[in-house]
């Protein structure tokens, strides 16, 4: 396990770090484990191109091959831009970036720092107004050529700076949770103490009154993004009216269509309605063209 790790390590410092997930993992990590452990190819990563491939063929010592194009193609690296007039501040698309190059706040315009993004397409796919657009930057450029390691390395520690700030606030909001949790059942164990032959109908009672505050939030938070999708709704009707239609929905890839149903998914968790105005529609995912 030591010695397949460490290979991985090897592996991973000649990926780009796009953190694109095209490769069919999470992360540039994964795959490199994956890759390490047999699990995966070395020609799976659209971002590195031929030149990515020939790479890794050298640290395993086998032959070059085409990079696979169910994973996509080589191309010059965009970059994400944001239309101001459109974005409608949801924070969905700073959700789905795995560098943190995306910055804003709920309700307001939302920016891409141009110099972190790695192009990796993941903000584009759960932007209800389709307000992303990825303009490619490098010209002729592809692969490596249109990206640098300097480049790769930053973008592999502000993704592991992500990861460790995401777990940081998921476990402070376990604290809380049990921290609540504890209060309720104090307050419960308080009221069965000071009256023991009284139904347990006031103890529920407590713990309902304890917990009506996190219901309000959240509550409230629903109806703030219910409230914005219903304004990008009303966006899109009216870009219809005048035959502008969305954007960033046409023959998207496979990778891009997990991450709309992933967005799908997650607002129907959270209790906010969606119906196919306010949802991105489903399309015909790209099939590789065969030479």
Known sequence: MTESRTFADLIEDLLP????????????????????????SYNQC??????????????????????????????????????????????LCMQACPVDAIVGAPKQMHTVITERCTGCDLCVPPCPVDCIAMTPVTGDHTGWDAWSQPQADAARSRHAQ???????????????????????????????????????????????TATAPINDAEAKKRAIIQAAL?????????????????????????????QIDEAEARRRRMGIATDNSESTPKQDVDQPKKS
């Open 17 to 40: 770090q796009t953190q694109c997930t095209k490769c069919g993992y999470p992360d540039c990590r994964a795959y490199a484990e994956a890759i390490a452990q047999s699990e995966a």
């Open 162 to 208: 992500r990861r460790t700030r995401l777990a940081a606030e998921r476990d402070a909001a376990e604290a809380r949770a049990a921290a609540k949790r504890a209060l309720v059942a104090e307050s419960a164990s308080a009221a069965a103490q000071s009256a023991p032959t009284v139904s347990a109908k006031p103890t529920e009672a407590a713990a309902e």
């Open 230 to 258: 219903e304004r990008a709704r009303k966006k899109k009707e009216d870009n219809a009216a005048q035959g502008l239609g969305p954007k960033n929905t046409t023959n998207i890839s496979a990778d891009t269509q997990a």
């Open 46 to 91: 659209p971002p590195g191109g031929a030149e990515g491939v020939a790479r890794l063929a050298k640290l395993l010592g086998k032959p070059v091959i085409p990079l696979n194009p169910d994973n996509g193609v080589e191309r010059a690296r965009p970059i994400a831009f944001i239309d101001e007039n459109l974005c409608i501040g949801c924070t």
